[in-house]
């Protein structure tokens, strides 16, 4: 089944792994066309390495990139976000799942775990 699905996507310009697996990043690289970008999302443990051609970097001029957080600068980000906030450019209340009190913590936990909710925030009354 991997092969026929990196077969299938092998001409993806750009190809974004997000699992944190050292096997779905693998699986990313060799989806990634010629000239392409596989950008890596996931967090695998630390131990966790993978095997990759280096002749498929330079002959085929792939790029390999990693973004934690976004890559996301706090000094330089969080006031522009703030700002864009500000201006009802940047709708932060839309990617809230739901408002918990300390009660309700567990529950939101297994909310989280079984992909019901995706952002809670903890009101602290």
Do not use: H, K
């Not at 991997?2 to 310009?13: D, G, K, P, S």
């Not at 950008?39 to 970097?57: Q, Y």
């Amino acid at each position: 089944v991997r092969n026929r699905i990196v077969a299938a996507l092998a001409q993806a310009t750009v190809v974004i792994e997000a699992a944190g697996s050292a096997r779905a990043f693998e699986t990313a690289f060799a989806a990634t066309a010629a000239g392409g970008t596989t950008v890596t999302v996931g967090l695998p443990p630390a131990e966790a390495r993978v095997s990759l051609p280096p002749l498929a970097l330079t002959a085929e001029a792939r790029t390999v990139i990693g973004s934690y957080l976004g890559s996301a600068v706090a000094s330089r980000d969080i006031p522009n976000y703030v700002e864009r906030w500000r201006a009802g450019r940047l709708p932060g209340e839309r990617l809230i799942s739901s408002r918990i009190g300390l009660a309700d913590l567990d529950a939101a936990m297994d909310d989280l775990a079984g992909g019901s909710a995706l952002r809670q925030v903890i009101v602290f009354t």
